[in-house]
């Protein structure tokens, strides 16, 4: 049995499953990112209730029932912040989204450069080319002080987006939990 054959043999199975163990550990990661931005002259004590901007939030082009997924989210966060909804809000809360599809192109064992071990190895020739396509979403939170209609805080929280319909609330949960988490600023 030659022992080097094997490791090769082996190390070759090994990098061929990379790209599908990668898939699993992004897909086990949270993988959503957050940032926020506001205004620091504003004392954010003064919030204490707040309204949906439905004039806004029926601009966003997408689904009906997302739209509602994350407004229920929005409120299920505030309201574990203490805050209530109101006919005469002192903030008012506009969501915004984007999308985009992002392609990846990983080559594998192409055959050029350096193998395993000294020389040239007819294992390397015949690589493989995996592409995977992922579409990324953004969701934008506005809270408009609602006496001025300026802008106040914005929370962005950047992932990669599911089709399955059973995922979909938890991982809107998790944007929004994730994004108002921020609010407010310390």
Known sequence: MNVPLVIKQLAMKAIKLLPVLFLFILA????????????KNVDFTQYRTYAFHKS?????????????????????ELSK??????ENPDLLINIFTKERERLEVNQFNAGWGYGWGYGWNPYLWG?????????????????????????VWEGEGV???TENRDQKEKQINEFVAKILAQFPPK
């Open 159 to 161: 992932g990669y987006l």
């Open 81 to 86: 912040m203490g805050m209530t909804k109101s």
């Open 28 to 39: 086990a990661c949270s993988s959503v990112r957050v940032n926020a931005d506001y205004d």
């Open 127 to 151: 690589g493989r080319n995996y592409v995977s396509s992922s579409t990324e979403g953004t969701l934008y939170i506005d809270l408009i002080d609602a006496k001025k209609k300026e802008l």
């Open 56 to 76: 806004g939030i029926d601009k966003v082009q997408i689904s009906e029932f997302d739209k509602k997924r994350i407004l229920y989210a929005i409120d299920n």
